[in-house]
Nanobody
């Protein structure tokens, strides 16, 4: 059974930091790209960041580049999202995602999803 379990969300003030974690089981973790997405209130889910299976390549949405950092620990089957200099507009549910196919990067499709963790940033 595939499971992606996020943790680390919470209520913080603008300028604070958070680190989200996503523990994965039931997937060949070290051979597939992983990502983070968010869904803000009343909006569609949108891409935040992605990291290749070896961790050597990452992509970010323009809105978060320089403030958020994605990383992974293949031994722990965990992907992280370090969030710095948080803003009220970062308030959203953050979802961990795993690629459907192994060893896909430019044509990756995310199809494994966690339940999400709420991040709320107060001004």
């Amino acid at each position: 059974q595939v499971q992606l379990v996020e943790s680390g969300g919470g209520l913080v003030q603008a300028g604070d930091s958070l680190r989200l974690s996503c523990a994965v089981s039931g997937l060949t973790f070290s051979s597939r790209a992983m990502g983070w997405f968010l869904r803000a209130p009343g909006k569609e889910r949108e891409f935040v960041a992605a990291i290749s299976w070896g961790g050597g390549t990452a992509e970010y949405a323009d809105s978060v580049r320089g403030r958020l950092t994605i990383s992974r620990d293949n031994a722990k089957k965990t992907v992280y999202l370090q969030m710095n200099s948080l803003k009220p507009e970062d308030t959203a549910v953050y979802y961990c995602a795993g690629a459907l196919a192994t060893f896909k990067w430019t044509d990756r499709v995310f199809g494994h999803w966690g339940q999400g963790t709420q991040v709320t940033v107060s001004s």
